[in-house]
């Protein structure tokens, strides 16, 4: 049965236990974090890519840090979980035949396979149009009611039916993007209905980035968390279009994309056959290797089988690219040693203040920059039961810019988090801010998303724009300035001249969040109607001892 407490109550609990403990305890030690940082993103651990030298130094330090800090293994009597990941890459790609038409590889479409198969082959798959390819009973939404997919190649609509609202009112939340909008759900859910091939539909808006990004992203090698039998329970090939080579499928069918589109956001849409065949081939090589996830646990004082996580991820990309200088190490600085040094510094601060109640759960994962891949198998084998895990916290680039008045709140309005979050920056004297590009759907691209669509109630936090130093143009002007110079560069290095002060202030505001989840009795639950609300009943009415 779920335990769900009155937003009063759970506001009286939280703003209780969060006040009394950020009283009584030792503050987070900002040189461990510097420590932490400066160590992670040196140039010995050469951007701690998996697999690599650079990963055997990782891991080692934080399984040193850990035990410092006063923490348990958290995987029985070991430190590490083994997550097992396959490398697929594509070629000797044929053309995209759609009826008589033809399309390149690369300009026109891109596809790749998540089995592990030595070669895929498309041939004569009839192509069906499912609209935005959602199936959300819990809003009235089936794209495949009627529809008998197996043989079949699903064309898919990016986005959800509302995205181009102004608002955030509609059946799925308006401009907000919800999980059914991105292009992970689609190919489940594809793979779901039997469906021999996947094919998204690009729009730059829609999708929040152009077809540059799709092309390079989706070619060459492409990693996976092996998670058994060989992806056979995957489609054959999952794969884009681009909006061009849609408007000409789409006339070469005798109808209009736009007005297809239009049709397709509404409740009354029906999956529509295009008519038309579709083949392709490409071969597969592929190999499989082992990464770690490091996981340590602070044991509960009352109710130790009860877990709150932390998760943030160790990983970067190695060397890349050099800058002008000839450097060719992706040192990951900001994204992401500061939330590795944060699952350091905020596990020695809660071992320093005394255990909670429940069991807190430092989880470092690997594999981030390849597609959450270390989260994804903690999620698919958790250690810790995720019925039994109340809630948690993931950080990912905590940023460096100086106090602000307010943090950046992605998946706000969603479950009743939000009365934990509000309480605690009111101790803080801050505000929540929301999410400034909704339709980008960041909620669902970190971390902590794995466990969120299996249930488990999770912040995404992120630092404030609104800086006390500079205001909102500074704090913008300031990230503006590292997305176009630092991010995923040999550029985003430590700096002994950073201003710690807002990093310390999140550290803070994730301090306060732990221990009200770790000494409150309530199991903080998704709002009705969220498209996690029923994946978490589910879990919970299975559960004997959980939520």
Known sequence: MIRIAAPLAILALAACSTAEEAQV????????????????????????????AGEELTVNFLVEQFEAAGLQPGNGDSWLQEVPLVEITGSDYAPLTVGDLSFEQGSDWVGVSYRQTPSTSIENSELVFVGYGINAPERGWNDYEGVDMTGKTALILVNDPDFASEGLEGTFNGRAMTYYG???????????????????VHEDF?????????????????????????????????????????????????????????????PDFEAVSLGMPVSTSFTNSYRRYTSNNVIGVLPGTSRPDEYVLHTAHWDHLGRCTPNDEGDDICNGAVDNATGTAALVGLAQAHAEAGATERSLVFLAVTAEEQGLLGAEYYASNPVFPLDQTVAGINMDGIAIRGETRDVNVRGGG???????????????????????????????????????????????????????????EAGEAAEAEYRANAYHGPDDEYDENWNWDGLMQDLDLYFRLARALGNTEDWPEWNEGDEFRAVREESCAASEKGC
Do not use: C
């Open 206 to 266: 829609a999708a929040s980035y152009g077809w540059n990004v799709v092309e390079s992203s989706w070619s060459g090698p492409q990693a996976y968390a092996d998670t058994g039998g060989d992806g056979s329970d995957q489609t054959a090939m999952n794969g884009w279009v681009s909006n061009a080579t849609a408007a000409s499928i789409f006339e070469a069918a005798g109808m209009d994309l736009s007005a297809m589109v239009e049709a397709a956001s509404q």
């Open 182 to 200: 991105r292009w992970t759900y689609k190919f489940e859910e594809a793979a779901r209905q039997g469906a021999t091939a996947a094919l998204i």
């Open 414 to 472: 969603k479950s009743e988090l939000d009365e934990y979050l509000n309480t605690a920056l009111e101790a803080q004297g801050r505000t929540a801010s929301p999410d400034p590009a909704p339709e980008a759907g960041y909620y669902y691209r970190s971390d902590h998303f794995p466990m969120v669509k299996r249930g488990v109630p999770m912040f995404y936090v992120k630092s404030g724009l609104d800086l006390v130093d500079g205001g909102t």
């Open 25 to 52: 305890s030792a503050p987070v030690s900002l040189e461990t974090v510097q420590n932490a940082v400066r160590t992670l993103s040196s140039d010995e651990f050469e951007g701690r890519m998996p697999g690599t």
